[in-house]
């Protein structure tokens, strides 16, 4: 199993940024997936999640600014994220999910909020 | 603020047995029977260690074991070793409703 997220960077706030994340070794397609993030030297947050068909759930804290999305032809999973503020500076993680649990993880893509 | 309570620090000598405690509440440990345990060392992406409460993923060791009473959830690591030195997040299903998956603020373990 091997997750590749892509897309992290600094960013200004207010501005938009488009994380993808390249799923390969297991069949993408039957497996919910996932963001979480961590603050620098923070704890874990889980921030969106997308079922095998297509249910969406994002915690309130991104709600109305986040969009999580998926492409099973492609093996790869989105998190559109829009209106960006400093708060949401952290390392973004995709994740695939068991159940009830997340089971694999990547190594993180790096999002800085910054004027 | 995180929905999950854990200690902020354990600590322990080699071969000897810690437990990290994981309280929440009626919305996520006590009726969800799933909390899920991560290891992270610095450095690196988190690791699953335990799921469904107990269960073990292939591949980690036997020293790892979970339960639950309650609304509080434990992992116990026996037999400590030098390696086991890093922080542990519980994590609950907490519903549809509000925040899907709850992790605690994470626990810093230290061998001696």
């Known amino acids: 199993v091997q997750l590749v997220e892509s897309g992290g960077g600094v960013v200004l706030p207010g501005r938009s940024l488009r994380l993808s994340c390249a799923a390969s070794?297991?069949?993408?397609?039957?497996?919910?997936m996932n963001w979480v993030r961590q603050a620098p030297g923070k704890g874990l947050e889980w921030v969106s999640s997308i079922s095998r068909s297509n249910t969406i759930y994002h915690a309130e804290s991104v709600m109305g600014r986040f969009f999580i999305s998926r492409d099973n032809s492609r093996n790869t999973l989105y998190l559109e994220m829009n209106s960006l503020k400093a708060e949401d500076t952290a390392v973004y993680y995709c994740?695939?999910?068991?159940?009830?649990?997340?089971?694999?993880w990547g190594q993180g893509t790096l999002v800085t909020v910054s004027s | 603020q995180s929905a999950l309570t854990q200690p902020a620090s354990v600590s322990g000598s080699p071969g000897q047995s810690i437990t990290i405690s994981c309280t929440g509440t009626?919305?996520?440990?006590?009726?969800?029977?799933?909390v899920s345990w991560y290891q992270q060392r610095p450095g690196q992406a988190p690791k699953l260690m335990i799921y469904e409460g107990t269960e073990r993923p292939s591949g980690v060791s036997n020293r790892f074991s979970g339960s639950k009473f309650g609304n509080t959830a434990s992992l116990t690591i026996s037999g400590l070793q030098a390696e086991d030195e890093a922080d542990y997040y519980c994590?609950?299903?907490?519903?549809?409703?509000?925040?899907?998956?709850?992790f605690g603020p994470g626990t810093k373990v230290t061998v001696l």
């Open positions: 994740s695939a999910s068991g159940r009830y649990s997340f089971d694999h």
């Open positions: 009626s919305s996520d440990v006590e009726t969800y029977n799933v």
């Open positions: 994590c609950s299903y907490a519903g549809t409703y509000t925040s899907t998956y709850v």
């Open positions: 070794g297991f069949t993408f397609s039957s497996y919910e």
